[in-house]
C-alpha cells in the first residue's frame, strides 16, 4: 500500500499561538487530500478537503480563516491552526487518495496530537 | 451525512464470530472499512463499490447492500489482533464530493484469550 505520512506527530503549544502540521504522500502522487480531526473516542470528521493547486473546500461550520489549508505540490498538505485555543486541542490526522493507484481507496497518516496550553 | 454503525461496542472470545452493520440515510457510491488502534491512525480493511458486492481477506469480509444503503462488516474466528474500533466511511456521490468520507461513531471491537 501507498504510505502517508504526518509531521509532527504531537505539538503542544500555548494559546493563542499557530501550529502547522504536514502532511506528505511519500511514494504516490495525491490530487486530492482530506484533514480529519478526531476527539477521544469519537469519529472521525472531515474538516476539509484538499486539491492540489486550488483552495480547500471546507465541511459546513469548519472556520477556514481557523484551519488554513494549503495543497502546494502532489505530495504535500499543511494544515495551519491560527490562533490555537484549548478548545483545538485534538488529533488531526489527513488521508490522501492515489486514485489513479488504488480506486478510492484513502491511506490515512499517522496523526497528529495538538495540545493548546 | 454521517452513517450510522450498529452495534457500538463488542466484546467477544477468541474464536468467536462478530457482525458489524453500517447503514445510511442517504444513497450510497461506496462504504469503506477502516479498523483503529488506540493512539494510531486508520487501516484501511476494504472498500465495496457496487450494490450487492461482497469481499474478504483473511477471515474479515463485507457485504453492500446498495438498495438498502448499507454494509456489514463480518468477522468470524476472530483473533486477538481484531481488536480496535472499527469505522465505516461512506461516499455518497463520487461526481459531486470528490471522494470525500463521512465516517461513523465507530464500533469498538474487544476479543479477550
Known amino acids: 500500500g501507498a504510505v502517508v505520512s504526518q509531521h509532527p506527530s504531537w505539538v503542544i503549544c500555548k494559546s493563542g499561538t499557530s501550529v502547522k502540521i504536514e502532511c506528505r504522500s511519500l511514494?504516490?502522487?495525491?490530487?486530492?487530500m482530506f484533514w480529519y480531526r478526531q476527539f477521544p473516542k469519537q469519529s472521525l470528521m472531515l474538516m476539509a478537503t484538499?486539491?492540489?493547486?486550488?483552495?480547500?473546500?471546507?465541511e459546513q461550520g469548519v472556520e477556514k480563516d481557523k484551519f488554513l489549508i494549503n495543497h502546494a505540490s502532489l505530495t504535500l498538505s499543511t494544515l495551519t491552526v491560527t490562533s490555537a485555543h484549548p478548545e483545538d486541542s485534538s488529533f488531526y490526522i489527513c488521508?490522501?487518495?492515489?486514485?489513479?493507484?488504488?480506486?478510492?481507496?484513502?491511506?490515512f497518516g499517522p496523526g497528529t496530537r495538538l495540545t493548546v496550553l | 451525512q454521517q452513517p450510522v454503525q450498529s452495534p457500538q461496542a463488542v466484546i467477544l472470545r477468541e474464536g468467536e464470530d462478530a457482525v458489524i452493520n453500517c447503514s445510511s440515510s442517504?444513497?450510497?457510491?461506496?462504504v469503506h472499512w477502516y479498523r483503529q488502534k488506540h493512539g494510531e491512525a486508520p487501516v484501511f480493511l476494504m472498500i465495496?463499490?457496487?450494490?450487492?458486492e461482497q469481499k474478504g481477506h483473511d477471515k474479515i469480509s463485507a457485504s453492500f447492500n446498495e438498495k438498502k444503503q448499507q454494509s456489514s462488516l463480518y468477522l468470524t474466528a476472530s483473533q486477538l489482533s481484531y481488536s480496535g474500533t472499527y469505522f465505516c466511511?461512506?461516499?455518497?456521490?463520487?461526481?459531486?464530493?470528490?471522494?470525500?468520507?463521512?465516517f461513523g461513531r465507530g464500533t469498538q471491537l474487544t476479543v479477550w484469550p
Open positions: 465495496l463499490l457496487k450494490g450487492g
Open positions: 488521508s490522501a487518495e492515489a486514485g489513479t493507484i488504488f480506486f478510492g481507496e484513502q491511506f
Open positions: 466511511g461512506t461516499d455518497h456521490d463520487r461526481g459531486s464530493t470528490l471522494g470525500k468520507l463521512y
Open positions: 484538499s486539491n492540489e493547486g486550488s483552495k480547500a473546500t471546507y
Open positions: 511514494d504516490f502522487q495525491a490530487t486530492t
Open positions: 442517504k444513497a450510497l457510491y461506496s
